[in-house]
């Protein structure tokens, strides 16, 4: 039987159609696709209002995947079938044919496939390493360290490794040499260097499409959409991922590697790759483009440390995340080890950037509202700070991620956010809380120069909110964090602050006002 092969939002790119997939073990030999189909298998792909109804989104996010579905089912034409319907299974079971469908991103999504009556659930594909690698690799560790998976994932693929198994340039982390502040001075990373702007598509009938379709639905269905609309700024194609990532691997990559942590006010791009849609969007194959990225190194077009950055980025973090997420189950996306229960404040949801007069905060909120993306150390070291600092609710503080960025899937901000960002997992990703006082944002960023407050200032009206917010962080869960090693020395700067006192009283008034 020739199955109709349902195709998900993010699973998009050729791979997840006709092109071959990795062995189980995650060997880097690909096999015949077990399925064995020709180029002509039929395709359904769903457009689910109900997908759309989870809460506020962002219009961008929605823009680029009905953008993205548009655009597929016009490349594949006759022989792909886009279906509008209330929910998925609606649309499956109207359709009343036997389907297969590649392992969806999400647990629920998973669930419903597995709940439909003859849909096959092929292993999942877009990521580096498969389910069984990553088990194989984690059986009988202690920890899941991030930096062991990805020296494991550089042998496995043979990425910027020497013939004798060494890794190229005598190091596996170049990450010292990757965490420069910004150029002082620059307010544009591309005054300082020679980077161009990002790759920018040009939009075409499908996306006035997608936007005559969000506005009907917002007219019609009660739909709500959070920030600003403009004009699409990511790959929804796999020709056009591929143009976007020649773009920042021949143009912008050389840079990416010192400036990946440093923040600009008047520069939201930096030296970043804008990949993550079209990746998410399963446009692009991690493996073939850490290869690329390999190749300008070996033909001299860009810097070891700033390419070696950018393969741990793409296959070790994405990876690690992915596998994290499948691996923790739905305990580890509940976890609320430091039982932050605060709701999310009506600004923050609402991307009310004009209710903040924090600088940072209230650029990185604004730059969120204008494209639904911020890099990561807005993502982690600026929003995520806050909402630690402030003990926001984690599950709710994951669900706004996943629905006000345009990168936002499950698999992605469970671990990101309960993980990394507000260290609700008690440790399993992050050895210690990511969150810091003024001082780091004033020396990764600009923002500090123009702000109304002083990041070296905890009590009083010039009072940094970071700065003191850290402070009081550290105070409300000095028990609980005393035995992480990392943290003895700034647990013990607290007795020594006289004005501890002062700082938890202005923290306890300020709450979760718009600082
Ligand atoms: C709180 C928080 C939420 C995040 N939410 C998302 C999200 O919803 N979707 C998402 O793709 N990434 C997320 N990230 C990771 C990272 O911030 C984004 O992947 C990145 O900023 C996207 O921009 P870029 O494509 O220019 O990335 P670059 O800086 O150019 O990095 C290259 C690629 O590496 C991958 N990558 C790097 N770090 C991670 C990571 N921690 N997890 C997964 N992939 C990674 C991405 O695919 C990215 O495109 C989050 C990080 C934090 C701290
Ligand atoms: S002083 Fe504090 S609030 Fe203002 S920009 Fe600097 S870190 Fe942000």
Redesign the pocket.
Known sequence: VTRRRWLFADQLGPHFLDHPILDAAGADEPVADEVGHGALQPVLLVVSRRAFHRGPIHRRKAHLLLSALLHRAAELGERASLVEADTYRDAVIALGEPLEVVGPTSRAAVGLVESLPDVTVLPPRGFAASGEAFTAWATGRRQLRLEDFYREQRRRLGLLLEPDGTPTGGTWNLDAENRQPPPRGAHRLGDATTIPDPWWPTEDDLDAEARALLDRWVRDDGLVLLGADGPRRFAVTAAEATAAADHFLDHRLGA?GPY?DAMLADDRWMA??????P??LGLLDPVELARAAEARYRAGAAPLASVEG?IR??VG??DY?WHLYWRGGPSYAASNVLEARTPLPHWWEALDADAVTARCLGGVLRDLHDEG?V??IP??MV??SWALQHGLDPQALTDW??RA?V???DW??VP??VG??QWADGGVMATKPYTSGGAYLHKMSDYCGGCRYSPTVRAGPTACPFTAGYWAFLARHREQLAGNHRLRTVLGGLDRLQDLPAVLAQEQARGTAAP
Do not use: I, P, T
């Not at 970043?272 to 849609?277: A, F, G, N, T």
């Open positions: 990416f990946e970043h790759s804008l990949l993550s849609v990746l998410n950018f980025q793409v973090w994405r995340v993306w890099h990561h993502r982690l929003l995520g991620f996943r960025f990168d936002g899937y992605v901000m990101n956010v990394m960002s």
